[in-house]
């Protein structure tokens, strides 16, 4: 008899606890879900900002590069001309080199057939 009027009053506090658990439940269920999901958008937000800044940034280095590379010093200026006047100078010497060359070659052909033929 006892535990039958514990089953009944016990099933009584459950129907009237359950509604007061299971709506507060479901609430702050739906409110964290919410939560998160504006995280991950923040979080998609940031990243997207964060890969803005870096291009930002690289573009800023390569304006930065072609700004120090437009006011060399004189020195740099006159260091690299000399480079590319005694590379053209290199070049010149071995298209000399290569014409001999053939020059050579084309007057031995030219003396071997006349030998060869005469």
């Not at 390569?62 to 120090?68: F, G, L, T």
């Not at 590319?84 to 071995?94: D, F, G, M, V």
Request: with cysteine; net charge neutral.
């Amino acid at each position: 008899m006892i535990l039958a009027s514990f089953w009944e009053s016990g099933g009584t506090y459950l129907t009237v606890l359950t509604p007061l658990v299971a709506v507060p439940l479901t609430v702050l269920t739906f409110y964290l879900r919410g939560v998160r999901e504006q995280q991950a958008r923040w979080q998609c937000v940031g990243e997207r900002r964060f890969e803005a800044v870096e291009q930002s940034v690289a573009q800023l280095r390569q304006a930065i590069a072609d700004v120090v590379r437009d006011y060399t010093t004189k020195e740099e200026w006159l260091r690299e001309c000399m480079h590319a006047r005694r590379r053209i100078e290199q070049l010149t010497e071995s298209a000399v080199r290569m014409e001999t060359v053939m020059d050579v070659g084309r007057r031995g052909e030219g003396r071997s057939n006349d030998e060869g033929g005469g």
